[in-house]
């Protein structure tokens, strides 16, 4: 979950001087605002963790909810959802099952771009692709040295990358608040704009 809060006191009384007689709209117009801030911020994130996590259609911006902010409430929640995703779902090689005898002795995989690709072993025990009698193909590893069972291998959720201080969230924070004094100038205009129009 992230929250876009701010100095509610501070930004109210800065926007209550610039509207002058229409003071008492000042938090309408700044909650106007931080839900413009945060439909941005959504696309911001989301384009930040497509470019910085190497996953197949991510769909970043399907997973995170806008709860907005209205004028007694000065707080947009950005709310993303999903479980731990597959290794599959990110770089890999080889990218799909490979034929019997065609099959490499080590798979490798990145989560993020920045990084090169890593040999996907643990110990003695190495990843390889498999395809499920459903169908369903993943980079998996044994358990033990029996054949059975398997496990799939799983990165970080959508909500992990998406919140990441280093990678996603952190970078682009400070954009999101140089969007929201932004909006916060345009709601003043648009409210002066229109009771100007009326007098």
Do not use: C, W
Request: hydrophobic content about 40%; glycine content about 8%; proline content about 5%.
């Amino acid at each position: 979950m992230i929250d876009i809060e701010i100095d509610m006191k501070k930004e109210v009384a800065a926007i209550e001087k610039s509207l002058g007689s229409l003071k008492k709209k000042a938090p309408s117009v700044l909650a106007k605002a931080i839900n413009v801030t945060a439909k941005e911020a959504r696309t911001t994130l989301a384009k930040k963790a497509q470019e910085s996590y190497a996953v197949k259609g991510g769909n970043f911006n399907k997973a995170m909810k806008v709860k907005k902010a209205t004028a007694g409430h000065l707080t947009a929640t950005l709310h993303a959802t999903g479980s731990p995703m597959e290794i599959k779902d990110f770089k890999v090689s080889p990218g799909n099952v490979p034929a019997q005898d065609a099959r490499p002795d080590i798979t490798k995989g990145k989560v993020l771009k920045s990084s090169g690709m890593k040999v996907l072993q643990k110990g003695n025990l190495k990843a390889f692709i498999a395809k499920f009698k459903s169908g369903h193909v993943s980079v998996v590893q044994r358990k033990g040295p029996l054949r059975l069972p398997l496990k799939k291998l799983l990165s970080p959720a959508i909500p992990q990358m998406l919140g990441s201080e280093h990678k996603v969230y952190g970078v682009v924070k400070p954009q999101i608040e140089k969007n929201l004094q932004k909006n916060i100038g345009i709601q003043i205009e648009k409210l002066l704009a229109r009771e100007a129009a009326k007098a």
